[in-house]
């Protein structure tokens, strides 16, 4: 039997614990060793709850332990989880985790930790919830050179999003609504100002091209400035509008991005709403393949770290390779990116809005005294340089 541990008895904590022992069968059917929770940490006592028998609140009980070979790192945040996870670590104890803050920043750093004692980090549950998606970077697509990642990697903001164009609703109204049913948390300022996509596609482009991406280095805008006018623009377009976090390779350059994206029904994103969420990896010999499911939640969340706890019990003692260097991979500056832009400006002067942007598409009748466009293709940089020159523009939403 092998013997696990779990670090926090939260909503993800107590998922493992729940998974583990409601699928004891399961599991043992797949791996005839089976897994047993010998030890779950948390400063809180839970009576009447089965973790009460084996719940401890000092750490060193299961660092020192040497039947546990593998601890499941489901606190949350960078203190103490970074310290737990490094010493468990060099204790040769694997550490499976669904924390993505610490892995986006200290990632490299714990793999070669794990690496040099003979165990394994795996964190399969830091991206997407339940969607198996780091595994499919590090094995299934291994042998492809991938060319662009493109994800709705939080579930609060697509909820809002789905929720502002079925039903016409203002963003704030959305947001209490999200609160209340617990999509979102009371500060939800990481899901609305982007910040949480950010740090998953920053893990998803440091595996996919092996090197270390830091979410400081990619430009991020949340969905905050969007509004129920900006909808009415996308259905007249017959699109919609996601939070998209993107990256790609393009000419040896690589770029990165979470913004909201004006998406057409050809993408096959265009239909992955609510709070669901879904990736999609273009390799160059393989091209598109995509990864849906929930992104988040307790069993979906916690599933997925009982996937890595099982790949780590089939490797006791070996280090299972995941590439991702320290060197830092240079993400290019966004002025370069070549995209369409729609644009909302105060005016309808539709030869003045083609005489300095181009050949654009032109939409009126949607809102008062004003009107939108779609740019035809040019740089970040050309485009700032014809807003500024034209004046007047409200907002601007970029074409995927």
């Known amino acids: 039997m092998i013997k696990v541990a779990i670090l926090g008895y939260g909503t993800v904590g107590s998922g493992v614990f729940e998974v583990i022992r409601k699928n004891k069968d399961v599991i043992s059917s797949k791996f005839a ?26 750490v060193d009980i299961i660092l020192n332990d040497p039947e546990v070979s593998i601890v499941c790192e489901t606190m949350g945040g960078v203190k103490p989880a970074y310290d737990f996870t490094r010493r468990a670590l060099e204790n040769g104890k694997s550490v499976c985790t669904s924390n993505k803050e610490l892995v986006e920043k200290y990632g490299p750093e714990l793999l070669q930790i794990a690496k040099a004692h003979n165990c394994s980090y795996l964190f399969e549950a ?21 060319l662009s990642i493109t994800g709705i990697l939080n579930g609060t903001t697509n909820y809002i999003l789905t929720k502002m164009e079925t039903e016409g609703l203002a963003f704030d109204d959305v947001l209490k609504r999200a609160q209340e049913k617990g999509y979102a948390e009371k500060n939800p300022d990481a899901d609305v100002l982007g910040f949480d996509a950010c740090r998953k596609i920053a893990i998803l482009t440091s595996l996919a091209y092996g090197k270390n991406v830091s979410f400081s280095d990619i430009t991020t805008e949340g969905i905050t400035n969007i509004k129920d006018v900006d909808f009415a623009y996308a259905k007249k377009l017959g699109a919609t509008i996601k939070l998209f976090a993107k990256s790609m390779k393009k000419n040896d350059k690589y770029y990165a991005i979470v913004a909201p994206f004006i998406v057409s029904p050809e993408n096959p994103l265009f239909a992955v709403n609510g709070v669901f969420n879904a990736i999609l990896v273009n390799g160059n010999m393989g091209g598109e393949t995509m990864y849906y499911g929930k992104g988040a939640g307790k069993l979906a969340t916690a599933s997925a770290v009982v ?22 991979l240079e993400i290019s500056p966004l002025d370069g990116a070549v995209r369409r832009f729609f644009v ?5 002067d539709e030869a003045r809005i083609k005489s300095v942007f181009g050949e654009a598409d032109i939409l009126t009748g949607v809102a008062g005294g004003e009107c939108g466009f779609v740019t035809p293709e040019m740089t970040e940089k050309e485009y700032k340089e014809k807003a500024a020159q034209y004046g007047n523009v409200i907002s601007m939403i970029r074409v995927d």
Request: aromatic content about 4%; glycine content about 6%; charged content about 35%.
């Open 33 to 58: 060793e089976g897994l047993e929770v010998k030890y779950v940490l948390d400063l809180r006592d839970f009576e009447d709850d089965p973790v009460s028998e084996v719940l401890v609140h000092d």
């Open 126 to 146: 830091s991206v997407g919830g339940g969607i198996p998606i780091i595994r499919p970077l590090r094995t299934s697509l291994a042998q492809e050179e991938i």
């Open 307 to 328: 996937s890595d706890v099982l790949d780590c019990a089939r490797h006791i003692g070996k280090h299972l390779e995941v590439k991702w260097d320290s060197e830092k």
């Open 344 to 348: 909302r400006v105060s005016d309808t």
